[in-house]
Structure formats: C-alpha cells, structure tokens
C-alpha cells in the first residue's frame, strides 16, 4: 500500500489582513471625523463670542453636527447675527457644510429662509428656491466668496421700510482676492429679471418690466473692511482711504439700456457715494421719465422730469451721459434724481 500525505492546509491570513486592514482604516478615518467636527464647533463657539466682544448681537439655538462618514454638516437653529450697524441676518434654520476630505471649502444654506435686518429700516423676509453662500480659500488675504439667490421674493415686515426689489431671477455677489494687489478685493454682482415694489423706483425705471444689472470693480485696501462700529463697515474702510475703481457694468431697465464705467468712486464722511459715472445709453428717455413719474419719496421727481424733458428734445436718441454722485445727491446733469447710493 501507497501511504498518501494529507492535503495541505492553506492558511487564512491572507483573508483576515485586508478585512484588518479596512476595519483599522474606519476607525482612523472616524477618529478623524469626530476630530474635525469638534474642531468645528470649537471655532463656531471661538467666532460668536468674537463677535460679542467686538459689538456684535449674536443668538442662536441648538447646533447639531452630522453628516460622518464623508461630509461635516452643522445645523443651526434660530441663528440671529446683527452687526453694531444695526445690519445683520437673522432666520429659523442655517447649515453649513464641507466635504471631510476637504473641509477648506464650506457651502451655507438657508432652506426656511432668512430676514435681512436693516437697522432702523426694519426687517425683510427674503424667501426663494434657494439661498446660499459658498467660501473657500481661508489661507488667502480675503476668502473666495459667492452668494447666490435664485427666485428670491422680498417681502417687508410690518412697521418696515419698504424694500426698492420686491422678487428677482437671480441675485449674485462673487468676491475674490485681486491677482496682482494683496490688499485689493475684486467684486462682481449681477441681479437678473429684477421686479421693483409697485410705485417704487425701481419699477418707475424698468417702465413696469424687468431690470437687470452687472456691476464690477475693485475694492481698494479692502483690509480695512474689518470696522465693527456703529457706522458700520464701510466706515472704517472710508476713514482709511478705500475706494472703488475700474467699475464697469451693464444696466438693462424695459426698453433701456446701458453701459456704465467710472474710474474711481468713494464714499462721503456721510457714507453716501461721491465720483462719477460715465453711460452710453440707448433710449433712455423711457427710464428717466418712468421715474420722474414714479410715487418713491426717495425720488425727486422735478429733477427727473426735467433730465426727462431734455432727453425727450433729443429724440430719444443713443447719448453719452453722466451720472454724478455729490453733495449727497444724484446729478444728471442740472437735475438732482434721487439720493446718493448710501453705503454706512
């Protein structure tokens, strides 16, 4: 007889090392989450109560963290966050999120909507398919910003002021570091299928359509956008020479349009906008006259009406103009239009 050796047994190492392998890879990998997470939260805690030594009006119900394995998501409730200014927001829900693999980029919406506070104007509710801000680029001067509204609605809450946009297409404000100047910021805003409040400016200028603009330039030594005082702040930014230069944009208003450029513009000690703004405008005797006639308090409609009547001697015809902003006032030409845009 033959004898027969045993078959040879295999060993399962080799089954049990990656199965070890991935359960020590989980363990690191949520050790790292709950790491970031908390980190989170600390610096949120660390951030609110910089903002109330600093001034600031900070409220806010429970925080939340979720989101593991692959995303840090921070609920928080009843958020309400007004400046010194007396600006500020304030709404029942915000969340922030970030990637765990990448927690330097951060997207914040606000599902329920928010309230735009505005000091002694009062509130106004702002509601749309979606509301939203994104920031990235922490390690730089300034962070990469943009905020985007999309179908916003703008309802004033009762006592409130009125608001000059009662809805939109779209509303973006994008903001950047500048590539060649550290201290400069640059900034772009565009508002699509805007509709004015009814016998408001706005819709007096669109003639009852849509309005539409672009608007784009730098903010010069935009590191002095850090004042938290009652004024605001642009008021410390103003105090340190600020200014905004190679504005150039597009204006859209029913049957007008036109294309706007300034080289410098700045505030006022009464934070009202002063400089110039040079317009190739086609057909706009139409908006001038829609708001000389519209019911805003805010408008001079005897200037209006006047700048409206020269521009109907032209013919409505495609004319150069120029829109400046002093003593307070908006000038074209002769004719003071409305108040200078305020920006503290």
Do not use: C
């Not at 309400?80 to 997207?107: F, M, N, R, T």
């Not at 179908?151 to 404000?173: D, Y």
């Not at 700045?266 to 908006?287: C, F, H, T, V, W």
């Not at 805010?298 to 521009?311: K, Y």
Request: no cysteine; glycine share 12%.
């Amino acid at each position: 007889m033959t004898d027969h050796a045993p078959p040879a047994r295999h060993s399962r190492r080799g089954l049990y090392v990656p199965l070890v392998l991935a359960l020590v890879a989980l363990a690191g990998w949520t050790g790292w989450w709950f790491w970031l997470a908390r980190e989170v939260e600390t610096r949120l805690d660390v951030q609110v109560q910089a903002l109330r030594d600093s001034g600031w009006t900070v409220t806010h119900g429970p925080v939340q963290t979720s989101g593991w394995p692959f995303r840090v998501r921070v609920q928080i409730a009843d958020p309400d966050i007004v400046a010194p200014s007396g600006q500020g927001l304030s709404g029942a829900v915000l969340v922030a999120e970030a990637s765990a693999y990448d927690p330097g980029k951060w997207v914040v919406i606000a599902p329920e909507g928010l309230s735009l506070v505005r000091g002694d104007k009062g509130r106004v509710d702002i509601r749309g398919d979606a509301l939203r801000l994104s920031a990235s680029g922490f390690a730089a001067p300034f962070p990469t910003l943009a905020v985007e509204l999309v179908n916003p609605v703008f309802t004033a809450q009762a006592g409130s002021e009125a608001f000059p946009i009662s809805r939109a297409g779209k509303i973006e404000l994008y903001t950047r570091p500048n590539a060649t100047a550290v201290a400069d910021l640059d900034v772009l805003f565009r508002m699509t299928d805007a509709e004015g409040r009814s016998g408001g400016p706005v819709e007096g200028l669109a003639q009852n359509g849509r309005l539409t603009a672009q608007v784009e330039g730098v903010v010069e030594d935009a590191r002095a956008l850090r004042g938290t005082d009652a004024a605001g702040l642009f008021a410390a930014w103003t105090r340190a020479g600020g200014r905004f230069s190679g504005v150039r944009g597009s204006l859209e208003a029913g049957e007008s349009r036109a294309l706007l450029s300034s080289d410098q513009l700045n505030a006022g000690p009464d934070g009202r906008l002063q400089g110039q703004i040079a317009l190739k405008a086609e057909r706009p005797m139409s908006a001038i006259a829609g708001l000389a006639q519209s019911g805003s308090g805010s408008v001079d409609r005897a200037g209006a009406a006047g700048a409206a009547a020269v521009s109907a001697a032209s013919g409505d015809q495609d004319v150069d103009l120029t829109i400046v902003f002093r003593d307070g006032r908006t000038w074209l030409g002769p004719f003071a239009l409305a108040p200078a845009p305020k920006l503290f």
